[in-house]
């Protein structure tokens, strides 16, 4: 066998990423994905790319110059306000700095970034579509069971419609959170945070809210209290520009509070409309009654698409037995929260690490037999290592940011010259 058979499952950042790879180094994949199309749902919002891990994972997939094209320069601006008002930190964000990268094998790989430019998530997951052939991503496909084939170190899949199509070398869960393949390697799933989020948006923010447009600015914009959180971003750039929060409630509950015990009120099993004003209003006042006026007006003028989204985590330190042929790559294996901005940049490496494996098998003959059962032991030792400790600092950065002077002490790890997902604070 020169090429093995490569289904994935997923055709989100790390599924893409994987497979955008293996192509640029000749390797066809078949991606499997429930969903209609790419618009066939919200896609979310704006990612930073970081330099050493998502930029080295864009240039393996000779992507760069697309990743230029459509990152949001001074996009990582931010500021950071007290919930009185007061501003502790402010920044414009970085300038365009391109640098040589490290080197592999005495030569420059690419020009990267600095720093953490943004890109909007519909931005790459286009780019990645469009680096690959039509026929690789088979849309509307729902994969309902992956079997081990008797006898062998193959797997096979069965869609929603009951075909099964010839069976796979290898199978890579890229399927999210709430993963299907990874209960073929851990029985763990994702639990409660203990944050809930009402999402809230403006599309076209600088027509329809001028003044939510200035105040969140053309990046982040982060308040902390003992307990709360308002999360600002900007989405998108110029007149198609969005704006979006992330109203942050963490409480001690082992199971996601009802909507209606977030607004104080006894739990009748109905149905709470969160487009309605009166009732984010209430929201806003129980949670948020005792913050500066500007950021409570300013939140309340956001009404669109208004989402109650708990966040959920795979447990720290995660790790599998590894089995021949499958594996997983980005949130179905390590899912975090969202309050170190590392998630999609770990899925990108793990799409990195796991297609530099592959290449190196096809390219020294290793890919049948035992070669591709080892490579993936190899790739899964050095994934549990990194996601393990990008994990540990989510979950440190979450307790840090809850805190009544989580702010203060987020500043205090900037002032270091370090970002919050770069030092555990206890």
Avoid at 279 to 303: A, Y
């Amino acid at each position: 066998m020169s090429t093995p058979r490569i289904a994935i499952i997923g055709a989100g950042p790390g599924g893409l990423m994987l497979a955008s790879i293996l192509h640029h180094n000749n390797i066809p994949c078949t991606i499997f994905e429930r969903d209609s199309s790419a618009v066939a749902r919200a896609q979310g919002g704006t990612l930073d790319i970081h330099e050493y891990s998502g930029q080295q994972a864009l240039n393996a997939a000779g992507l760069m110059n697309e990743f230029r094209s459509v990152m949001r320069l001074g996009g990582d601006a931010m500021k950071i306000i007290r919930k009185d008002g007061t501003v502790l930190f402010e920044s414009d964000g970085e300038e365009e700095s391109p640098k040589a990268s490290e080197q592999q094998n005495g030569e420059p790989t690419a020009n990267f970034v600095k720093g953490r430019p943004e890109i909007d998530r519909p931005a790459l997951k286009d780019i990645l579509i469009a680096s690959l052939p039509t026929e690789t991503i088979h849309w509307g496909c729902k994969v309902t069971s992956i079997d081990p084939v008797a006898n062998s170190k193959q797997w096979s899949i069965e869609l929603e419609d009951g075909s099964r199509p010839a069976p796979f070398d290898l199978v890579v869960g890229a399927d999210g959170a709430w993963s299907r393949t990874r209960a073929l390697l851990t029985d763990q799933q994702p639990f409660y945070s203990g944050v809930t989020a009402l999402d809230v948006w403006v599309h076209k923010v600088d027509e329809v809210a001028p003044d939510v447009s200035a105040f969140v600015g053309l990046g982040n914009c982060f308040l902390w209290d003992t307990n709360r959180a308002l999360l600002f971003q900007r989405n998108g750039q110029g007149s198609e520009g969005d704006a979006r929060c992330y109203a942050c409630i963490k409480t001690d509950t082992k199971i996601p509070p009802t909507a209606q015990a977030l607004l104080g009120e006894a739990d009748d099993g109905a149905e709470v409309d969160w487009t309605d004003a009166r009732v984010r209003e209430r929201f806003v006042e129980r949670h948020f009654g005792d913050w500066f006026t500007e950021v409570k007006r300013i939140l309340l003028s956001m009404t669109d698409t208004p989402v109650l989204r708990p966040m959920y985590m795979l447990p720290v330190g995660l790790t599998w037995e590894s089995r021949p042929g499958i594996t997983l790559v980005g949130d179905a294996a390590h899912l975090m929260t969202p309050f170190a901005g590392v998630g999609v940049n770990v899925g990108m490496m793990d799409a990195l690490e796991l297609a530099q494996g592959i290449v190196t098998c096809v390219k020294e003959g290793t890919a049948d037999g035992d070669g591709l059962a080892v490579m993936l032991q190899k790739y899964e030792k050095g994934m549990f290592a990194r996601s393990g400790e990008e994990a540990a600092k989510t979950a440190s950065a979450m307790r840090m940011q809850f805190l009544e002077d989580g702010a203060e002490k987020v500043i205090k790890i900037m002032s270091q010259g370090l970002q919050p997902d770069e030092l555990v604070f206890e």
